[in-house]
């Protein structure tokens, strides 16, 4: 029975269980998927995903995780962080929302999978340590402030192209702005704002996301947000406009081409190393350099192009037959044609301004000149595919997941942090017992049967968390429900998301992130050693400037931090002690200001003694025999030894021969078992001596002191009574 509820853990639950915790179960499940519905909406276009794919993030994630960890409370599903992640590690392979980026995302997801499943296996859950607290302090709260900001395009009404850097592309949001905010779109924005807000502060019992979605939908319903007309390009009343829309889809249809040529010879280059071609690789070397070229030229003018035409502002003019034309703002009063500044016929016929302002809606693919769309509106989620995702494996390309494997490490690692910092605070409130390889296990399980429904990275989320707690959830079958609610949406309520606004899912996003902003962590970690201050900032301020590649502000973090640890275990402690006062302890005589002996050193190692820290004991052993011409007699305390290897055991005796050929002689107190076993091996306890090795430094004080000290002129020895310590 032990081995099945090992393979199969969630059968643990339905020990003892009755029809009152199903209730409880069932009403919390309910509630966490009223929550999860639009967050998992938001945190999917935060990843660079089409809405929806959020819900298909919420559909089986959820019930996985919660069948195969540990935790019974934890909620898992799409998360911001991790959608931050997933979005940075996918912009340099494909364009946010286009079908290779999904593929893409999907195979991260997979990948994620994969790697936390493995090491839950192999029960390597430690190796997240290698993120220590301090650098993922600095590296939330600069995500969280990068998520923020990230919203403000959607708030704000504007749309432009992602920049190098994300603090230049908020930058040109906000000239965007300054151009042109539509109010609509921010109203709809601080009013879902308001609204979580005042509930949450308020009345935290109801959920303060679905309210705050149902009653801007209804909103932008009654008041038709949206407002997009598909014209003909000639219902734009400006030859350069017409013009320019022309140019963009000419140089827009030279990228596929190019794309394609690019893949070629990719693959070229490829079948040239493998029959170790030299000249075929450098020109296939070549030719990829030349393409990669031309493509970036490419984008750069319809970069151009693009934010030219996103920023024209037009007047609609609607004729007595319902159709409309366009005019740039300023010539609309005469009526300007720009290929003749003669008064446009349509003027006369009737025709009034709608009073909205149209702009022309540009993506990344050509504008079709039959149905151009001018939008005079806000924008809202859209059509939702109804139905749950068919499921499949998702194709495997080997040259993407090697340059894919880094950030799966990454996200695994961050993901896996996040739930298990989550369920441990859960924990502590239930008494539950966490198994954090467990826990990867059922994360890893989550992800790759999520990846085969479509799904990207997920992770456990704090805010659905606690609501599963404040529901009072009493097993993992809350989620298991989540994720039915989930499936019910998916296949019978998908149109009432159709105008859910934009903005909206931006708000949630920014209310949600709040959260992860600890101001306190970076004061905690100084107190704590001012080096993990520093550390926790310039991880902080490294994520920030490489943004949105957030994968280097990890690096910095995680390179300081094995920066630090080397150093500090190639230069432990190594205190001189002194008696303290009265008190029958030992402490260092440097940093108490305590009198030592003229003729005995108690020097205590603290770390374990090897290859990179052996030279630095011998070295402070021989700068203690340089300045003490009176010592006599050297104690290793060994306490803090608790390993050694054989650089170690060779410097030791080393020492035993430069201190006893001084003329002086050294011991040992405290040696652990396995320090001695080693001893034992090499055969240095026969160096050292009968009589050299004590079980407490008390034990030797005692000893020795009496023989140092014969003949000895010391006025007041301070271990003069350490005999009274034994």
Not at 31 to 41: D, K
């Amino acid at each position: 029975m032990q081995i099945i509820t090992k393979i199969l853990p969630f059968l643990r639950w339905f020990k003892g269980y009755s029809l009152d915790s199903f209730k409880i179960d069932f009403i919390a499940g309910i509630t966490v998927a009223l929550v999860l519905i639009p967050q998992s909406m938001a945190y999917a276009q935060l990843a660079g995903m089409p809405s929806y794919y959020g819900l298909y993030a919420a559909f089986l994630p959820p019930m996985l995780a919660s069948l195969f960890g540990s935790s019974r409370q934890l909620a898992t599903g799409p998360v911001a962080v991790v959608s931050l992640m997933t979005a940075a590690s996918l912009e340099p392979l494909a364009t946010a929302g286009s079908e290779g980026y999904i593929a893409y995302a999907i195979l991260l997801a997979l990948m994620v999978g994969v790697f936390q499943l493995s090491l839950g296996i192999l029960r390597l859950g430690i190796v997240v340590n290698f993120l220590s607290h301090p650098v993922v302090n600095g590296f939330t709260n600069a995500a969280a402030i990068i998520i923020a900001s990230s919203q403000f395009s959607k708030l704000f009404g504007v749309s432009v192209d992602s920049a190098e850097h994300h603090y230049e592309t908020i930058i040109n949001v906000c000239k965007a702005a300054a151009h042109y905010t539509h109010f609509p779109t921010l109203f709809m924005g601080i009013l879902s704002f308001a609204i979580m807000y005042f509930l949450k502060k308020f009345y935290p019992k109801i959920p303060n996301v679905l309210v705050a979605v149902a009653v801007t939908i209804l909103i932008a319903w009654g008041i038709r947000f949206e407002h997009n007309n598909p014209s003909p390009i000639s219902a734009i009343k400006s030859a350069e406009v017409q013009a320019d829309i022309h140019e963009f889809n000419r140089l827009t249809a030279q990228l596929g081409p190019l794309a394609d040529q690019r893949t070629q010879t990719g693959m070229n280059l490829d079948k040239a190393k493998q029959v170790h071609d030299p000249i075929g690789i450098l020109d296939a070397d070549h030719d990829l350099h030349v393409i990669g070229v031309k493509m970036s030229h490419i984008k750069h003018e319809i970069g151009v192009y693009r934010a030219k035409l996103r920023n024209l502002l037009f007047t609609g003019i609607k004729g007595e037959d319902g159709t409309m034309t366009f005019y740039l703002k300023g010539t609309e009063l005469t009526g300007v044609n720009e290929s003749s500044p003669k008064i446009d016929a349509s003027m006369n016929n009737g025709a009034v301004s709608d009073g909205r302002t149209w702009r022309i809606k540009v993506g990344n693919r050509p504008i079709d000149v039959e149905k151009v769309m001018m939008t005079g509106g806000g924008a809202v989620v859209g059509t939702v595919p109804k139905g749950v995702p068919a499921l499949g494996i998702p194709k495997i390309e080997f040259n993407v997941v090697m340059k894919l494997f880094p950030f799966a490490a990454i996200i695994s690692l961050l993901g896996f942090m996040e739930a298990i910092s989550i369920a441990k605070a859960m924990a502590a409130k239930t008494g539950q017992r966490l198994d954090p390889n467990q826990e990867l296990i059922g994360q890893g399980l989550a992800n790759i049967i999520g990846a085969i429904g479509k799904s990207y990275p997920t992770s456990g989320s704090f805010s659905r968390s606690a609501v599963n707690l404040q529901a009072g959830a009493v097993t993992g079958l809350s989620s298991v429900f989540t994720s039915l609610v989930v499936v019910i949406t998916l296949l019978f309520f998908t149109p009432l998301l159709y105008h859910l606004p934009q903005s909206v899912l931006a708000s949630v996003i920014m209310m949600a992130v709040i959260g992860l902003i600890n101001v306190s962590g970076f004061v905690h970690a100084w107190r704590a050693q001012w080096y993990d201050g520093v550390i926790s900032v310039i991880t902080f301020i490294a994520t920030l400037i490489f943004a949105p590649h957030l994968d280097k502000g990890i690096m910095v973090g995680v390179v300081l931090s094995l920066c630090v640890f080397l150093y500090k275990s190639m230069r432990p402690t190594v205190p001189s002690l002194s008696r303290h006062g009265d008190e029958d302890v030992f402490r260092c005589a440097v940093t108490h200001g305590l009198k030592e002996c003229e003729y005995m050193d108690l020097v205590r190692f603290d770390g374990p003694l090897f290859f990179a820290n052996a030279s630095y004991l011998e070295d402070q052993i021989n700068d203690r025999l340089l300045k003490k011409p009176t010592l006599k007699h050297i104690i290793i305390v060994s306490n803090g030894i608790n390993d050694i290897d054989a650089s170690g055991e060779e410097v030791i005796s080393l020492l035993i021969d430069n201190v006893r050929s001084s003329g002086r002689d050294i011991s040992f107190s405290g040696v652990n078992e396995s320090v001695y076993k080693v001893f034992e091996r090499t055969h240095l306890i026969a160096k050292i001596g009968d009589g050299h090795i004590y079980p407490t430094m008390a034990k030797a004080v005692c000893s020795i002191h009496p023989v140092t000290h014969k003949e000895g002129q010391e006025v007041l020895c301070p271990l003069s009574n350490a005999c009274s310590l034994v």
